[in-house]
């Protein structure tokens, strides 16, 4: 049995995900929660003939606990997203609270499932995660992870709109938070390897950190990415089944996870290609790419901190 949840089911993201995860057959139990709507898309979704058992809760009559309870996967697209003008951050105020509470649920009624975080900022929501679980003594930082995957896709289309190569083939790591100048795409490191001079680079390194604003300009007013992220978030979900369930080796996908501080030389939380049983270096970076990652730690920190301070005392 393997039950996924996704909280804040029925949003911009929330929708498409939970159809794209309805399509996976590993899933038998996908449970839909929101503070509105979730029981009309899980009816809606429970039509569809693939295995999953699909139920939708809502916050009264324990909602939170009964959607969490057995969960094996947990997504969270829950919170308001940005509008043109706004930067990730701005969007803290509203979305901590949120992810908090949805945290002490996870901690009270499945503290040993596998966490994918959506809502933004990322930075410092992944912080809020692991603070909270840490505060009931069931932190797993193997099992914790910011969903960046959005930002490797992007890098994958943009690289190949350049080079004309097939864009499912284009491997790009992408390391760092998930904002700005904290997303640091690795092009040394593309497989298959790809020759760009200096000023494709500089633009493509651009354009990947700032792909997000395009989506949202676009909109006007609309909200930001919700179908390519849909995508993005159910392939993360689909390696971390096909490692746990399947027991598939060699799987790597980037993501946002805490990292012992003691252990990496004071950068708490950094993304890298990891695997669920193991973190990989970020191997050999050029000098380019270390500016890179020189420009994105203070604002990485400050961004961890705050989500660290949110939990300790509330601010
Ligand atoms: P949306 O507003 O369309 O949907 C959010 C959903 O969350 C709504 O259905 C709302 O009712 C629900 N919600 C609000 N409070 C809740 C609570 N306490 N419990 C459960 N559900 C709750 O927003 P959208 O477009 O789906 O974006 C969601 C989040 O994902 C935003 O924070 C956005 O910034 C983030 N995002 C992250 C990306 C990434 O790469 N990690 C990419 C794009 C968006």
């Known amino acids: 049995m393997v ?49 999953a058992k699909v139920t939708g809760y809502l916050p009264p009559n324990d909602g939170l606990k009964n959607a969490l309870t057995g969960a094996h996967l947990i997504v969270i697209p829950a919170g308001v ?6 930067t990730r951050d701005d969007l803290f105020k509203i979305n901590a609270g949120i992810v908090r509470d949805l945290a ?20 410092s929501t992944v912080p809020i995660v692991v603070e909270v679980l840490k ?39 992408v390391v760092g938070g998930h904002s700005g100048v904290t997303i ?4 040394s490191q593309i497989s298959p ?34 179908l390519s992220m849909a995508q993005a978030g159910a392939r993360f979900s689909s390696s971390i089944l096909n490692a746990t369930v399947k027991g598939e080796a060699g799987i790597v996908e980037p993501s946002y996870v805490h990292l012992d501080a003691d252990k990496e030389g004071g950068s708490q939380l950094r993304k890298t290609p990891s695997g669920v049983a193991k973190i990989n ?17 203070p604002e990485l920190r400050t961004n961890i901190n705050k989500g660290v301070s949110f939990i300790a005392d509330g601010s």
């Open 193 to 226: 390897r790809h020759e760009f001079t200096h000023e494709q680079i500089e633009a493509l390194t651009k354009r990947i950190q700032f792909g997000g604003d395009e989506v949202v300009k676009a909109k006007d007013g609309a909200g930001s990415a919700t």
């Open 281 to 297: 270096s970020l191997g050999d970076i050029n000098e380019y790419e270390k500016k890179l990652l020189e420009a994105a730690i």
């Open 104 to 123: 002490t649920g996870i901690a009270q009624h499945a503290p040993n499932a596998y966490v994918l975080v959506i809502s933004n900022p990322v930075n």
């Open 135 to 173: 505060k009931h003594g069931v932190f797993d930082p193997k099992k914790v992870f910011g969903v960046t995957t959005l930002d490797v896709v992007r890098a994958s289309t943009f690289t190949s709109s350049i080079s004309g190569s097939a864009p499912q083939g284009v491997r790009v790591p």
């Open 81 to 86: 997203p940005r509008k043109p003008g706004m």
């Open 184 to 187: 640091i795409p690795l092009l």
């Open 3 to 51: 039950k996924a949840v996704v909280l804040g089911a029925a949003g911009g993201i929330g929708q498409p995900l939970s159809l794209l995860l309805k399509l996976n057959e590993v899933i038998t139990e996908l449970a839909l929660y929101d503070i509105v709507n979730s029981p009309g898309v899980a009816a809606d979704l429970s039509h569809i003939n693939t295995p």
